[in-house]
Structures are given as C-alpha cells and as structure tokens.
C-alpha cells in the first residue's frame, strides 16, 4: 500500500501552488500552502510536515532564510527547493545550507516526480532507523544487523542510500574489511523497489575461475565433465532484483568482460549456452581495496568500473569516525546482553575511541562481546592493548604442547589459526597480500578462515 505524505508548499506564485498541490494530491498526498517566507515558517512549524516544497524568490525573505529557520526547530525535515534561476552559486549555497534537492522551474513532471520518490524513500529509511533508536532505548532486542551512526560521513552515506534506493542504477561501494558494506547494500536493497523480489549474494574471491563462472551464469548439461543436468546461475535467479558482487576487484577478468554484457544489455549465455538469457537485475558491487588501485593494479577493468561507477559510497574506515564508536558500543551490548544493565566507564570509552581498529567495526564488535563475557557487576571491563599499526610485526604464540586435554587436530588448528591471524594482522585484513605472506593460494585462505573461525576476518 502507497504511503501518503504530508507536504507543504511555499510560493509566493499561486498558479504555481496550485499546479504542484494538484499534482500532489492526484497522488493522494495531504498538501497545506503559504505565499510568504514567514507564513511558511510558521506552517512549517506548527504542522511539521514531511517534505517542504520551497520557493527561493519569496517576497519578504529568500528561500534560504526560510531553510536556515525551518532547520533550526526541525533539523531532518526534508526541504527541495525550487528556483527560475538554477545558477551553481545558488545550487551550492541551498545545499550547503541542507536542502535535501533542488528543482529548476518550470520543470519537467517526470524529473519532479522522481526527485519526490527519492525524498519519500529517504525520508523511509530516517524513520525505520529512529524506530530502531527508540527500540534499543527501551531495551528490545536490538535488530541484529543495521547501519549505525551520527557522523558527517555516516549520515552522508545514509542521505546516498535514500537517493540510491529508488533508482535501478548500479552502485559501487568501497570500504575496509569490517566497515559494514554488506549492510549498506542490504539497506539499499531493503529500500527499493525491488525489496520484494530474489536478492542474491557472490563473493567474487570465493571460487575458483571455472566455478564462480557456472555459480554466476549457470551452465548447459553437458557444457564440461560433471554437468549432469541444466542449472540456472545467480543472474538468472535473481531476474527481477537484486545481485550483490562482494570483492568484486576479486573477479576474474574473463567473467569481467561477461559481466559488462550485462550491465550493457542485461543479457547472457550461460556456460555452453548458445541461447541468449535475458534478465532483469540491479547490480551492488563493492570492494575493500582502493577501486582506482586495483584498476591501476591490472585487477578491475576500467571498463567495468565505468559501467558499476554510477552511483559511488566510500565507507570511511572506524578510526576516521570515532564520534560513532559510544553508539556501537552501545548497540552492541544491547545485541549481545539485553538483559544486563551493563555500563562503559568514561575512561575505557576514551581508550577504545584512541585504537586504531584495523578490522573496523567487526573487530570493535568482536571485543565487546569477549569483554560482556567477562564483565563483572555493572561495568564492561575491557582492557585491549593498542593493535600495532598496518606492517607492524605481531607475536606469534609459541607452538601448543602436546600432554594436555586437546587432541592434536586441536593443537595444530590452534596454532594455525594464530598464523593466520598474524598475516592478516600484518597485511591490514587484506586476504590476498596475506595469502603471499604464508606463501599459499587465496582460495586455501578463504577456506582455513571459514574453517576456523577468523571471524573478524570474514
């Protein structure tokens, strides 16, 4: 069921008023109007309406007045503003300002309508993350996976999440290991129209060449050795919503070449296929490595990086934001003791907001839940040595001792584990530059961190 909205239109013009309370209301939207700067204001105030449609030239103040004021009282209210004379200069100030968008009059209904769609789907996600708010402040369960907090840079990706999610564009998300790409993809797709339909995940790093071209695009029987039966692969299945390509810097170029057809024509032959598959899908890429290094590197197509580049998040790593470290900590004890009142000494608080995190906010997850564990009375007593930095050595435990409780499968899986986590450690999360460290192939690191449970590193 649609939902409706209230909207406040302020334009000094009324044939314009009217034309845009029409078009509005043929929507089924609740719209109130003013022909003043200050009647809009106080409006704006008293009824707080979703969404202020305003004019910059107003006979007794700018448009930019009449923002600053609004926003002072009402800080996320959306504001689009409206303009004859859609300079740079006024474009820059009005957003600067916080408008949420800007539209040229006269303008065309299609473009208005779109701008619209994107300011209800973001206005969607500002709720659905205060209902999470107000969940946790009560003590709820807290939902287990969700995009937390209050920065500059995490309210400008929640803002690119809104205008993102109403469009069919392909977007391109680069961040750290750990900083929480899955979740804006997942958020993105949560938001979209196609949230009803299949949403399909690939990690493009976790396969063989062979394997993840038959996982992608399914293959003929009889195509190679094995194919018993025709199997429809990810693109086909996810004809109508969504693919989300993790590591996608990880692909093979090949299937890179294969994935530009679809993005080109949303088309493809599936392995020893000679019949085209049409599909209709949205494709998320993400990478944890710096995109322009990893096409400088050989590893992406600049190609492909034009077609996935439509729509760019940069998720800054941990370190950069720490103002959002108190409200993940916060979250995560809620996530993983509701029942305990446990608290945060402010000392202990200053302390991990002064670590690093190289595993972001995986790791930071991670120590909360070992120090809920061993947290006596009411404070969380967590005293974590400062990580070493990027290239920095760590201390490998000496090899386990035979003669005790565990077996030796036990033993050795112990300390492999701690080599491993050394080498990525070291290599700053990054799997393949860890995987030249211990001198073996990709693939068997994926497996031994699957295998024994590196979990900050998965």
């Known amino acids: 069921m649609k939902k409706l909205r209230r909207l406040l239109v302020v334009d000094d013009e009324p044939s314009m008023r009217l034309n845009i309370t029409d078009i509005l209301q043929m929507e089924g939207h609740s719209v109130e109007e003013a022909g003043t700067g200050n009647d809009g204001i106080l409006k704006a105030l008293s009824g707080k309406p979703d969404i202020i449609l305003l004019d910059f030239n107003l006979p007794d103040m700018d448009g930019l007045k009449v923002l600053s004021e609004v926003k002072k009282e009402i800080p996320d209210i959306l504001v689009i503003i409206l303009t004859a004379y859609g300079t740079n200069e006024r474009v820059i100030a009005t957003m600067k300002a916080g408008a949420f968008d800007y539209v040229e009059k006269p303008f065309e209904l299609s473009e208005f309508l779109i701008i619209l769609e994107r300011a209800f789907s973001y206005l969607d996600m500002q709720r ?27 309210k400008k990706i929640m803002k690119t999440i809104g205008l993102a999610a109403a469009s069919s564009a392909a977007i391109l998300i680069q961040g750290e290991s750990g900083t929480g790409k899955e979740l804006v993809a997942d958020a993105i797709q949560r938001h979209s129209d196609r949230v009803d ?36 692969g990810k693109f086909e299945l996810a004809s109508g919503g969504t693919v989300f390509l993790d590591e996608i810097n990880n692909m093979p170029q090949s299937l890179q070449v294969r994935l530009l057809r679809i993005l080109q024509q949303q088309s493809f032959f599936r392995v020893g296929g000679k019949e085209l598959v049409q599909v209709d899908v949205r494709i998320i890429a993400a990478s944890n490595r710096v995109i322009e290094d990893e096409i400088e590197a050989g590893n992406l197509r600049k190609d492909l990086y034009y077609r996935l580049n439509v729509i760019r998040i940069n998720i800054p790593p941990l370190r950069e934001r720490t103002e959002d470290i108190p ?8 996530k993983h003791s509701p029942n305990r009142n446990l608290a945060v000494p402010q000392d202990v608080l200053e302390k991990l907001k002064a670590l690093p995190w190289h595993g972001n906010v995986r790791e930071l997850e991670n120590h909360i839940q070992r120090a809920i564990v061993l947290a006596r009375d009411n404070a969380l007593p967590i005293d974590i040595p400062a990580a070493p930095r990027p290239g920095e050595v760590y201390d490998v435990k000496s090899p386990p001792q035979p003669g005790g409780s565990q ?17 990525l450690r070291q290599s700053n999360g990054n799997r393949s530059a860890a995987a030249k460290l211990l001198r073996m192939s990709r693939r068997l690191l994926y497996y031994k961190i699957k295998d024994l449970k590196i979990e900050e590193y998965t």
């Open 197 to 232: 339909m299949p949403y399909i995940k690939i990690n493009c790093g976790a396969f063989a060449e062979s394997l993840l071209e038959s996982e992608i695009f399914g293959h003929e029987k009889g195509s190679f050795t094995g194919a018993s039966e025709l199997k429809q």
């Open 128 to 154: 659905e993350l205060e209902k999470l708010r107000l969940q946790a402040d009560a003590e709820k369960d807290p939902v287990a996976e969700q995009i937390i907090g209050k920065s500059a840079a995490m």
């Open 407 to 423: 077996s030796f499968r036990e033993l050795v899986s112990e300390y492999e584990k701690e080599l491993i986590l050394n080498a």
């Open 327 to 334: 409200l993940l900590i916060d979250f995560f004890i809620k």
